[in-house]
């Protein structure tokens, strides 16, 4: 007996047995797709994560933003403006201040002076004196006869204020022998006296250029208003007695200067110490 033919609701039934098996596989693939995509977008998730760069920061590795846990941490925002409680603002202002208190010599080089001290103009004053003094240098000097006087010196180009003009040259003595040479002089009053007596560390001292040289200074006439003033330099421990210009002086003029003998003895003896 066929059992198709007995039960006519048997294909239909087994057309749906049928149906609901090849439903149930199908929905067991599609799980498994489902469950594979899932599986595959979690993977490439915690691919992502691990090959995603993260910020770790020193301190502890359990809770690197927390502070005051870890003082040696710094707390970084979500902007990421503010690092140790500063913002990126204050530290530009900060650069820009810097760059503006800069200082002049960050531009330009320091540029040393070249003006010497009043000590240092005063010692090479005293070393270019003492070299004229050593060789005998008497420059812009002239010798002219003046009518009632006999010979003068006149400057031969000008001289400024407290220059240097010419050395009042002779014998260096002490005042023993100075007075025995004064004392011949007076024995002949044709023979002159050209002796200059002055006080040096507390003793006294004669320069005499009664003898006949080449020398200039020995020939500078007598006024109480000259234009040139003595003074003493030394050299390693000797005196010299110079002149200075005691003002500034033109070419032509005569140089003069004030032999300071108020004695009656050397006024009688010449009237024009007076003047």
């Given at each position: ?16 047995s ?9 929905g ?16 490439q998730?915690?691919a ?11 301190g ?15 707390k970084?925002?979500?902007s ?11 530290r ?10 800069r ?11 070249c ?19 050593r ?7 002239k ?38 040479r ?10 002159g ?8 560390h ?6 005499d ?38 003002r ?14 108020r ?13």
């Amino acid at each position: 007996m066929n059992p198709l033919r007995s039960n006519p609701l048997a294909p239909l039934l087994h057309e749906n047995s049928a149906a609901d098996t090849s439903r149930r596989s199908e929905g067991i693939r599609l799980s498994r797709v489902k469950e594979t995509r899932s599986s595959r977008s979690s993977c490439q998730r915690y691919a992502e994560e691990q090959n995603t760069p993260k910020l770790i920061l020193s301190g502890s590795h359990n809770d690197p933003t927390d502070p005051q846990k870890h003082p040696g941490t710094k707390k970084l925002t979500k902007s990421g403006q503010r690092i140790n409680g500063e913002k990126s603002t204050d530290r530009k202002l900060k650069v820009k201040e810097s760059e503006l208190n800069r200082k002049v010599t960050d531009y330009f080089p320091v540029r040393r002076s070249c003006r010497k001290s009043k000590a240092e103009l005063k010692c090479e004053k005293q070393r270019h004196i003492d070299d004229l003094i050593r060789n005998g240098v008497e420059e812009g000097l002239k010798v002219k006869s003046i009518e009632g006087k006999g010979r003068g010196i006149f400057a031969d180009r000008p001289f400024q204020k407290d220059q240097f003009v010419v050395e009042y040259h002779g014998d260096l003595l002490e005042i023993s022998d100075a007075k025995a040479r004064e004392s011949q002089y007076a024995q002949d009053p044709s023979t002159g006296c050209y002796m200059y007596y002055f006080r040096y560390h507390d003793k006294t001292y004669c320069v005499d250029a009664t003898k006949e040289s080449n020398r200039l200074g020995r020939l500078i006439n007598h006024s109480k208003n000259g234009n040139l003033q003595t003074k003493l330099h030394d050299i390693k421990g000797t005196p010299h007695l110079i002149f200075l210009a005691s003002r500034d002086i033109e070419v032509d003029e005569e140089l003069l200067y004030d032999y300071g003998d108020r004695s009656k003895e050397a006024i009688a003896a010449h009237p024009w110490l007076k003047n």
